[in-house]
């Protein structure tokens, strides 16, 4: 079917064993990229732990297998470190995280779109020009995109990585560090690559309520995050106590089975129609009992 030029689309074809995106361009143009195999994006909510509102999404991909059940990422991941898959799907993850977030503002609900990044991704010279274009193409403003870096960006590469992340944070893109705490790298990570948020590892944030340890790990990052100026989120939260205690430690913000997994991007924008995003625990309720 015919669609007008510079309409944002996802055109997808799916087959057993791949799967197209694209858009169109304002010239009226299809531009598409075959993938290899199917997979799908999810978008998890992040929420204000105060008040359970949405304020932005993170975008998490995975693949499809024959019988179309969602498979662990890290298979997928590995799956295209081996072959030369990365570029295309890492492209196309983006794309549609971005048609998704425009799609929401769109729709009134202006948050921004978190996207995992793959270390090596920020060797490219060029990847800074391949997501500030797709930023212009979708019409978002840069800080509607977020990208999450994890700590294993291997230290000596600091350099190059450091080249590439300045020139999206001058452009105005938010950059988060992912797992903070899991690894040893962080600090160091975070004294030479400045991040506008922190994302604290679920392995603390599960243990926040039953030891002091964990307690003592996420009253230290939130300290941190006050004198750096930057934002400290949670992840994996998945009870009520967790939300309360995180909250009471001075942690703004997070994500978790609590208040949604992963979910279609339709199904995000259902959820923030209906505002019942308000809740905590709402969006993890089947949304057709509602
Ligand atoms: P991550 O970025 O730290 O993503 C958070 C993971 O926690 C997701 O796992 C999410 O489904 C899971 N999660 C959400 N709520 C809860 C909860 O309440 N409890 C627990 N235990 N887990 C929860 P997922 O989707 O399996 O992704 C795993 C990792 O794979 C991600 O960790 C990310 O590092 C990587 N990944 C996913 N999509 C992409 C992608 O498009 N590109 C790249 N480079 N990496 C990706
Ligand atoms: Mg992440
Ligand atoms: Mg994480
Ligand atoms: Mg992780």
């Given at each position: 079917q015919?669609?007008?030029a510079?309409?944002r689309?996802?055109?997808y074809?799916?087959r ?12 009226g ?12 994006v ?6 204000d ?7 932005a999404?993170?975008a998490l991909?995975?693949w ?5 059940r969602?498979d ?11 072959g030369s898959l990365?570029p295309e799907m890492r492209?196309?993850?983006l794309d549609?995280a971005l048609?998704s977030?425009?799609?929401w503002?769109d729709?009134g ?6 996207v995992?990044?793959a270390?090596h991704?920020?060797l490219?010279a060029r990847?800074?020009e391949?997501?500030?274009?797709r930023?212009?193409?979708h019409?978002?403003?840069?800080d ?5 870096l ?8 600091l350099e190059v ?5 300045r ?7 938010r950059l ?6 899991d ?6 990570m975070?004294?030479q690559l400045?991040v506008?948020?922190i994302?604290?590892a679920p392995?603390?944030v599960h243990?926040v309520?039953?030891s002091?340890e964990?307690?003592?790990v996420?009253?230290?990052?939130v ?9 400290i989120m949670?992840e994996?939260i998945?009870t009520?106590?967790?939300r309360?205690?995180l909250w009471e430690?001075g942690?703004?913000?997070g994500?978790?089975?609590?208040f949604?997994?992963p979910?279609?991007a339709s ?5 923030l129609?209906?505002?019942?995003a308000?809740r905590?625990?709402a ?8």
């Amino acid at each position: 079917q015919a669609k007008r030029a510079g309409e944002r689309v996802a055109v997808y074809t799916r087959r057993r064993d791949s799967v197209e995106v694209g858009r169109r361009t304002r010239d009226g143009e299809r531009v598409t990229t075959t993938l290899d195999r199917p997979f799908a994006v999810s978008f998890q909510p992040i929420v204000d732990l105060a008040t359970g509102e949405v304020i932005a999404a993170e975008a998490l991909a995975r693949w499809r297998d024959g019988a179309r059940r969602p498979d662990d990422p890290q298979a997928m991941l590995e799956a295209v470190d081996r072959g030369s898959l990365l570029p295309e799907m890492r492209a196309a993850v983006l794309d549609l995280a971005l048609l998704s977030a425009a799609n929401w503002r769109d729709a009134g609900f202006d948050i921004p779109v978190a996207v995992n990044i793959a270390p090596h991704s920020l060797l490219d010279a060029r990847f800074p020009e391949l997501v500030l274009s797709r930023i212009a193409c979708h019409e978002l403003s840069p800080d509607r995109l977020i990208l999450e870096l994890t700590e294993a960006l291997a230290t000596t590469q600091l350099e190059v990585v450091g080249g590439v992340l300045r020139t999206l944070r001058t452009a105005g893109v938010r950059l988060a560090l992912d797992d903070f705490g899991d690894g040893a790298a962080s600090l160091s990570m975070l004294s030479q690559l400045p991040v506008h948020q922190i994302k604290i590892a679920p392995e603390f944030v599960h243990r926040v309520s039953s030891s002091d340890e964990a307690k003592a790990v996420v009253r230290s990052s939130v300290e941190l995050g006050r004198s750096l100026n930057v934002a400290i989120m949670a992840e994996g939260i998945e009870t009520e106590r967790q939300r309360r205690d995180l909250w009471e430690l001075g942690c703004a913000a997070g994500q978790g089975q609590l208040f949604g997994r992963p979910m279609p991007a339709s199904r995000l924008l259902g959820a923030l129609h209906r505002g019942c995003a308000g809740r905590p625990g709402a969006l993890a309720e089947p949304l057709h009992n509602e």
